[in-house]
Each structure stands twice: as structure tokens, then as C-alpha cells.
């Protein structure tokens, strides 16, 4: 070679590329000038199999090179775009696909991926709120708040009074029927809590039917029904609990022989309202399980032993089980309606189920209503091994003469007060109050949780200890001057199970049809219209059938004299 070849292949200057020498094309040995530029560290690339090129982790790394061979530049770098110079190969397949920007759920892990994350869509509010503050509950605490928010309680002692009107055979086939209808709009809610298609988690009545049927409709519809069953039952259990405490305090003493002057009516109130607010200090709703499931034992236990008791005593000398008829046509509808409300006043706690499986953990592979149904099958399987001995078993005992003041706990001691084990009556009584107290708290939650949110909404922070511990204390004893002021709350059973009918067994079937959308005349479209519509239609009348009875008998009313 010369010196003026030399000189030609050196005038210009040559880049050194990572090419493979082609076969029959001898190397070329040239000079090399230097090119004057600032040493960069240049990043390795990162080799990964085929199949994780769009995972999420791996395509939103800065490391990670794109399948069509690019390799993406650390932050603050900027990128060389030379259009003259040849691509280098890369260590990895050069697949030729477009460029990820975003993770793509393609692969078989994908849809499940993508469905987890939708599933973890909650409101970052909820983690500030008692209702969902924790939620590490389980299929046993839900068993346990199901059972002592449900059927049986102080609200189940008045079934057999429905009975007066009903009868036997009407009897039966009403409670059947309702037990069935409600465990189906039950079965309706559970399934209604978590939203597949937005992976939303409606962990409140309201809310649930705010998001189907708008918050103005909320608010006329269901606000008021929803807020009674917690803040209305609250009062009555303060007098339920309160003159319960009064009978055991009676029946443990042997009258008036304890002290000259016991507590009156209105301090036994008191004194039950204070173990309510004590106990209503635990923060949250998964916190007080222990308390459902000393209720939900003491409930078991009570009712048990009054059926028990009634049926082990005998019926009444001379008892009656022939259907109590008004003098009119008219009067004796709207007995038989009345007798319906009181039946629709027992099936409550409809408005606590979704708070109870907002406690729960839930996602894709696991969601809430699995547990949570579990749960609700083996504690009605409970209420109904309960329910039905206790109605059939005191209306059997007592027939007619079943005071419709207290139901067949107050028949108890009315009729075998004397002749029974005072030992077992002071059992009864005091499982009644605990089972009282214990209500009161998962009843009161919805109420502590809504007063909590307007805080937070407005402060963007949780609820500091000692404003909570003020607003369930206001609200325990606000509650007390209720139940002094209307100590006549008692004898409106079937006038506020009316109200409360629309929440147990008429909601749910239209807010099923509104989100699920079901076929057109298919059955599920069928069977919700027709139970939800006459869930409806059976509210007006039974509201206006009681107040038609309490007009037409009278009610002694007596503000602040309990």
C-alpha cells in the first residue's frame, strides 16, 4: 500500500462498531483518529425470558431495554439519535414487536393481575373510619356480629303477640315466609358488596344505594330507614335493657328488701346507658367481635331457656289460641297488618350486613362474599333452631294472654314468676341485659361511622381519640333522653317495622335488578321485580294499618315517665 492510500483511507476518520466480519471480505487495517468526547458509563442491558416482557414490573423498569432493541436511557440522560450509525445488537432476542410504553396484561398471568389491582380500589377515607378501619376479619366474626345484630334478641320476644291475630296456621306460613324472603335479599346484599366490573367495595348500605340510585334518591329513600334501625334500636334497647335491669335487680333482692329506696325507672335507664357508652370506647367494628360473640352466646342462651321454661310450666289453664277479631271488617285488615309489621320489626339487621363484610380482606382469588356467606348460613342456621321454638313454643304456653308489652320474656315472670327457680329467672334477666349492651354497639356503629366521615371529609385527617370518645358518648346518652322522653316506643312495633320493611326486603331486590341488570322476563328479573315491589307495597299498608290501630285503641302516652 502507498502513501497515498494511505492518506486517502485516513482523511476519514472511522467509529468502531461491534460488527462481525463478513465471509470473503478481507478486514480492513486503518488508522483510527479519536474522536474527542466525555467517557459516559454506559448501562448494561438486562436479559429477560420472552415471556416477562410485559410484566408491569419489568416494563416500567428504566433498565430495561424495549423489545425493538432500543435501550432505554437512565433519567436525566439524554438518548443518542444518530441516524447514520448501525443499529448494535443487543444480547437479547430482537423480537419485533411494537414498543411498550404501558404494561400490557397479555399473558396468562395477566387478567389475573389486572383484575387484583381493580380489586384494591378503596377509598383511602375508609382506613380512617370504624366500620372499615381494620379489616382482618374472618368467617367467624362475621358468624358472631350476624348473630347478634339478627333475629334473635329482645326483637324476637314479640313474635308470639303476632300470633294473637294471626293464628296458627296464618302464623307459621307468615314467618316462614318472611325468614325465607329475607335470607334471600341477605344472599342479594352479600353478593352485591364488591362490584367485579369498577372493583369497587360498598361497605355501607347507603352508599350502596347511593352509587345505584344517586344520592338524592339516598336521601329521600333510605337515609331515614337506615339511620332509625341504628340510632331507633339503640332507644329501645336502652328500655329494653333498662327495665330488664330493674326486674333483675327485683328478682335477685326479693323486692324492695335490698334498699328502702331502689333506682327508679329513668336511673336504671341511666345505669344501662353507661355500660352501653363505656363499652363503646373499642375503636372499631372488628374490635368489639368479642363482645358480638358474648352476645350472640347470651342470646342463644336466654331464648332457649324461656321456651324452655314456658313449655317445661305448661300452658295456661284455660288458653286460647283463637285469633283475636276486631269488632269491623275493616279493623280486623288492619289488625292482620299490624300482626305483619311486628313480624317485618323482627327481621332487621339488613343495614349492618355490608358493614360486616367490610371487615373482611377480599380480592380476586378471595373475595369477601365467600366468607362472609359462610358465615351468615351457620348463624341463621343458629336463629332458626331459636326463632322457631321460641314462637311456637311461648305462643303454645301463653296463647291469648301474651302481654303485647315485653312479648313472652314478660309473660314469663308475669305467669311463673313465683313457681320457678328464682335462680333461672336472675340467669334469663341478666343474659337479656348483656345481650342488650352488646347489640347496642354494632347497632350504634353505622351512626359513630357516619358522624366520623363528616369530620374526616372535612379535616383530611382521622378522628383524634378524644373527639370519638365525645361523639359515641353524646350519642349514648342523646339516645338515654329518647328512651326517658318516649318510654312509649315499645308499643310502636309495628309501625316502625313498616318503616324499616323496604331496607330487609324490598332495597335489595331493586338494587340487584339496577347493578346485575338481569335478562328481561327471565326469572331473576322476575322473582326481584315481584318481591321488590311487594316489599314496597306491604310497607304503605302496614304503616297505615298501624297507625289505623294505634288510633283506633288508643296508646297511653307518657313523655318523660318511664
Not at 358472631?144 to 294471626?166: E, K, M, Y
Not at 336511673?267 to 367494628?285: D, R
Request: aromatic share 12%; net charge positive; glycine share 8%.
Amino acid at each position: 500500500m502507498n502513501m497515498g492510500d494511505h492518506s486517502e483511507v485516513s482523511s476519514a476518520p472511522i467509529t468502531p462498531r461491534p460488527m462481525t466480519p463478513r465471509q470473503g471480505t478481507p478486514p480492513i487495517s486503518a488508522p483510527i483518529t479519536p474522536r474527542p468526547m466525555t467517557p459516559r458509563l454506559m448501562t448494561p442491558p438486562i436479559s429477560a425470558p420472552p415471556s416477562q416482557f410485559h410484566s408491569p414490573s419489568l416494563s416500567r423498569s428504566p433498565l430495561l431495554i424495549s423489545i425493538g432493541g432500543d435501550q432505554v436511557e437512565p433519567a436525566g440522560k439524554t438518548p443518542k439519535t444518530s441516524k447514520t450509525s448501525t443499529p448494535r445488537t443487543s444480547r437479547t432476542p430482537n423480537f419485533r414487536t411494537p414498543i411498550i410504553r404501558t404494561p400490557r396484561f397479555i399473558t396468562p398471568l395477566g387478567s389475573p393481575i389486572r383484575k387484583a389491582l381493580r380489586f384494591t380500589k378503596l377509598d383511602p377515607q375508609d382506613a380512617w373510619l370504624p366500620i372499615t378501619e381494620s379489616r382482618n376479619g374472618n368467617i367467624y366474626y362475621a358468624a358472631f356480629h350476624t348473630l347478634s345484630s339478627g333475629i334473635i334478641g329482645i326483637q324476637a320476644l314479640v313474635l308470639p303477640v303476632a300470633f294473637t291475630v294471626l293464628g296458627w296456621t296464618w302464623g307459621t306460613i307468615c314467618l316462614t315466609a318472611a325468614f325465607i324472603w329475607q335470607l334471600y335479599t341477605l344472599y342479594l346484599l352479600v353478593h352485591l358488596h364488591e362490584s367485579p366490573e369498577t372493583g369497587m367495595r360498598f361497605s355501607r348500605y347507603l352508599q350502596l344505594f347511593n352509587a345505584t340510585f344517586g344520592e338524592k334518591m339516598g336521601n329521600i329513600f333510605a337515609i331515614f330507614p337506615i339511620m332509625y334501625l341504628s340510632g331507633g334500636t339503640c332507644v329501645a334497647l336502652i328500655i329494653m335493657g333498662g327495665s330488664t335491669m330493674k326486674q333483675f335487680y327485683l328478682t335477685v333482692c326479693g323486692g324492695a328488701a335490698c334498699s328502702p329506696n331502689p333506682p327508679t325507672t329513668a336511673e336504671w335507664y341511666l345505669i344501662f346507658t353507661c355500660a352501653a357508652v363505656v363499652l363503646s370506647q373499642l375503636p372499631n367494628l372488628n374490635s368489639i367481635a368479642g363482645v358480638s360473640l358474648i352476645g350472640a352466646v347470651t342470646a342463644v342462651t336466654y331464648c332457649t331457656m324461656i321456651w324452655v321454661v314456658s313449655v317445661a310450666e305448661g300452658s295456661l289453664s284455660g288458653v286460647s289460641y283463637n285469633p283475636v277479631s276486631s269488632s269491623s271488617e275493616i279493623g280486623r285488615i288492619f289488625d292482620v297488618l299490624n300482626a305483619l309489621g311486628i313480624i317485618a320489626f323482627a327481621f332487621r339487621g339488613h343495614n349492618l350486613i355490608l358493614e360486616i363484610q367490610a371487615t373482611m380482606p377480599s380480592d380476586e382469588k378471595h373475595p369477601s362474599h365467600v366468607p362472609m356467606w359462610k358465615g351468615v348460613k351457620v348463624s341463621y342456621t343458629i336463629i332458626a333452631m331459636c326463632l322457631f321454638p321460641l314462637t311456637f313454643g311461648g305462643y303454645w304456653a301463653y296463647g291469648q294472654s301474651i302481654p303485647s308489652d315485653g312479648g313472652v320474656l314478660a309473660a314469663l315472670f308475669q305467669y311463673h314468676g313465683r313457681d320457678t327457680s328464682q335462680v333461672i329467672l336472675g340467669l334469663t334477666s341478666l343474659f337479656v341485659i348483656i345481650n342488650a349492651v352488646s347489640s347496642f354497639q354494632i347497632y350504634g356503629m353505622p351512626t359513630f361511622d357516619d358522624i366520623e366521615s363528616k369530620y374526616t371529609m372535612r379535616k383530611k385527617k382521622p378522628c383524634p381519640k378524644w373527639l370519638r370518645a365525645l361523639i359515641r358518648a353524646l350519642f349514648g346518652f342523646g339516645c338515654y333522653l329518647m328512651a326517658v322522653a318516649l318510654p312509649f316506643v315499645s308499643k310502636l312495633t309495628g309501625l316502625l317495622g313498616g318503616f324499616a320493611l323496604p331496607i330487609t326486603l324490598a332495597y335489595p331486590c331493586f338494587l340487584w335488578l339496577k347493578t346485575k341488570k338481569p335478562k328481561m322476563y327471565s326469572p331473576s328479573w322476575l322473582i326481584n321485580w315481584g318481591l321488590g315491589t311487594s316489599g314496597m307495597g306491604l310497607s304503605v299498608i302496614v304503616i297505615v294499618a298501624s297507625i289505623y290501630v294505634l288510633i283506633d285503641t288508643g296508646i297511653h302516652v307518657s313523655f318523660f315517665n318511664p
